[in-house]
C-alpha cells in the first residue's frame, strides 16, 4: 500500500446511522478532500434523510426483518413515486405495492397475477433470508 495511507477511518464518530464526520485520504502527498468530502457528506446525509422519511411508513406490527426488506423496497422506489405538485398519491401508490409485496413474501398472500409480476420485477435483488414456506389451498388438496 506504497503511497496511500489513510487519516483516519473512512468515517468516524456514532449514532444510529454510524456517521460522522469524513475524514481526508493523503495519495501521493496530495490530499483529496474538499469537494470530494463535501460530496459524501451530501450523500450519507442524503441517505439518513430517505431512511428517516422512511420511517415513518413502518407498521407496528412488522418485525424489523420485514421493515428492513420493505423500506429497501420503498427507498428503491422513491424517487419514481414522489407525489407531483398537484397530488395524484403516487406516493401512496408506492406504499401500497411495498405492503402487497411484504404480504406476499412474508405472510403468504395471493393476488392478482399482473400485480404480483410487477412487485416481483420491482423487488428484483432485493435479498431477504429465511423466508417462510407456505402451501396453499390447492397443494394441499392434491395431497
Known sequence: ??????????????????????????VEGAMV????AAAVEELISGVRRATDFAEQFRSYSES????????EFIL???????DPPDGGGRLD???????????????????NKDLLDK????????????LPQFTTRSELMKR
Request: proline share 3%.
Open 1 to 26: 500500500m506504497s503511497g496511500r495511507q489513510w487519516a483516519g477511518p473512512a468515517l468516524s464518530g456514532g449514532g444510529r446511522h454510524g456517521g460522522g464526520r469524513v475524514r481526508l485520504l493523503a
Open 33 to 36: 478532500g474538499g469537494e470530494a
Open 64 to 71: 424489523e426483518k420485514q421493515w428492513k426488506a420493505r423500506m
Open 76 to 82: 428503491r422506489h422513491l424517487p419514481d413515486y414522489r
Open 93 to 111: 401508490q408506492l406504499l401500497s405495492l411495498s405492503m402487497v409485496w411484504a404480504n406476499h413474501l412474508f405472510l403468504g398472500c395471493s393476488y
Open 119 to 130: 412487485v416481483m420485477e420491482m423487488a428484483d435483488g432485493i435479498e431477504v433470508e429465511d
